[in-house]
């Protein structure tokens, strides 16, 4: 009965199996319960030990302060690499629209020089027509 008031009060963790029966570790066991505490305490240290906080609760609650530090810096770091790749992306993004604008306006260039070209070939072509004096051999 001792060991199911602890269960229910929360002093003492316990799983439970398949059957419904309780299955504790030993060493759970022996933290609620000390070898030397084995006969009934008094009144009085049994009201005061359930007053102050036990050493593995203050233990659990370091431990949990320490979790919680390491989960901070593991999110500010997460924040600090994903400011540094929005702006690596930022800057490819940037880099593409100026290849990008860079590829167009010499695509214009080289598109202006065929026709100059043609213009050219086709002046020439219709000078070569026209004989010496620009008149049009007949």
Known sequence: MTIQRAIKKGRLSADRDEQGAYRIDP???HRVFPKDARSK???G???KASQEPSQSE???R???EIRDEKLDLI???RRRER???ETTIEDLRKRLDTEAAERQR???LITDQREKEERQIAEETSQKKRGLFGWKKG
């Open 106 to 108: 010499l695509t214009l």
């Open 62 to 64: 370091r431990e949990i």
């Open 27 to 29: 060493a759970e066991l």
């Open 58 to 60: 203050s233990l659990l």
């Open 45 to 47: 240290k049994s009201n």
């Open 41 to 43: 305490p008094e009144q």
């Open 75 to 77: 999110e500010k770091e």
């Open 83 to 85: 400011e540094q790749l």
